[in-house]
């Protein structure tokens, strides 16, 4: 079985370009499930994807807190007022680099903190007094 997940890995990042499936990418086209293999053969996905001749996907960076608080605010002037959960997904849809909503809700615990930082840190920006 470790082999053959090997050369999974292999194939599927052969058709995507030279790049390695992640793990959900991996059991949904391959129907292997991380049961067969974690904890098994390796004890992270990554260990897999090493194995097999790839550099497993390197943790994000956080988004810096101005460049966040400058796309929320980009997305409330879109909406003339506090977006939804879904319009906020519609609107990274639209722009690119607008956070996704995992990033924001990972970083607030509350839409009501969000709202709180939001406020004080446009308070102090002439540019973002309408926010």
């Known amino acids: 079985m470790r082999e053959l997940i090997l050369e999974k890995i292999r194939?599927?990042?052969?058709?995507n370009g030279g790049n390695p499936p992640g793990r959900q990418i991996f059991?949904?086209?391959t129907?292997?499930?991380q049961s067969e293999w974690l904890g098994v053969y390796w004890a992270r996905w990554g260990d897999a994807v090493?194995?097999?001749g790839f550099t497993p996907n390197a943790k994000n960076i956080a988004i810096e807190e101005d460049v966040l608080f400058d796309r929320l605010a980009a997305?409330?002037?879109q909406y003339g007022r506090v977006p939804t959960e879904a319009e906020f997904r519609m609107y990274a849809k639209k722009d690119a680099n607008f956070p996704s909503h995992s990033t924001i809700g990972n970083r607030f615990p509350s839409k009501a903190k969000m709202l709180?930082?939001?406020r004080e840190w446009a308070s102090t920006r002439a540019q973002y007094k309408d926010i």
């Open 11 to 15: 194939e599927l990042a052969k058709a």
């Open 27 to 29: 059991e949904r086209e």
């Open 31 to 33: 129907a292997i499930r």
């Open 116 to 118: 709180e930082r939001l």
């Open 75 to 77: 997305a409330f002037r």
């Open 50 to 52: 090493s194995e097999a």
